[in-house]
């Protein structure tokens, strides 16, 4: 008895059509890119990323000379960190040859409440933090401006510990080791790219390291940009033409 055994890579339904592998692709692509927008029109606004650290004092007010690059780049990283869900979704699904297991449920489960996590974490320099630089810059009185510098701080730590910590980390690896590990059993992907997710797991894992009081640095950084590196080797993968079954 012959025992056909399924391609290494599965193909789209017919060739050239812009099937489940072009569609993880492009969207891994544009994830893998669209970050440039908001570290471009943050970083030359604020100093963004390493301007998360700086105390109100110097926050709130060029948050307030700012605003509407402020704003501009928080929205654009918003639409990225939203985009993470049908990227994430998407890519288990290739990744996994389409195979509905419990562990790319679970990995599925993880994308979505990172994605949550994120848009919660971000939407603080669109709804909160504009009006306490606004505060803060009509205050008059050393006692209010002391106050309002207490409400950023506290804000800004719960939405970087929500965004940064949960959503860009914790919930983004378990997303990832669940694909990868879905993915080595059902060999639909190359295996070098799937271990290949280790290390980048392990990368975007840095930043936990605040939950027990330490300080993550440029940790966040590092893993993110691991990630995009992997979701554009991944992407560089995905099209290119799948080995055919024998």
């Known amino acids: ?34 970050i440039f927008i908001p570290l471009l029109v943050l970083g030359s606004a604020i100093g963004w990323p390493a301007s998360l650290d700086d105390p109100a ?17 928080y929205a654009v990283y918003l639409a990225y960190s939203v985009l993470f869900l049908p990227v994430a979704v998407w890519t288990t699904r290739v990744l996994t040859g389409g195979t509905d297991t419990l562990l790319s449920r679970v990995a599925v489960g993880f994308a979505v409440v990172s994605t949550l996590a994120r848009a919660i974490g971000i939407s603080r320099w669109l709804l909160s933090m504009p009006g306490l630089a606004a505060a803060y810059g009509d205050a008059s009185d050393a006692s209010v401006r002391e106050a309002v510098a207490v409400q950023y701080q506290v804000l800004n ?23 990868v590990v879905a993915a080595l059993r059902t060999g639909a992907a190359p295996r070098w790219l ?15 390291v605040e939950m027990a009081g330490a300080d993550a640095g440029a940790a966040t950084s590092i893993g993110t940009a691991l990630l995009h590196l992997w979701f554009l080797a991944a992407a560089a993968t995905l099209v290119r033409r799948p080995r055919r079954p024998r």
């Open 194 to 208: 799937l271990i290949a997710g280790f290390p980048v797991a392990a990368g975007l894992a840095l930043p936990l």
């Open 57 to 73: 004092a110097i926050a709130l007010p060029r948050l307030l000379e700012e605003e509407g690059a402020v704003r501009a780049g």
């Open 157 to 179: 730590d719960f939405g970087g510990g929500i965004g940064e910590v949960l959503g860009v980390s914790l919930f983004a690896v378990g997303w990832l080791v669940c694909t």
């Open 1 to 34: 008895m012959s025992v056909t055994h399924p391609p290494e890579h599965p193909v789209d339904a017919r060739p050239g059509a812009f099937g489940p592998r072009r569609t993880a692709a492009a969207l891994l692509a544009v994830e893998g890119l669209l």
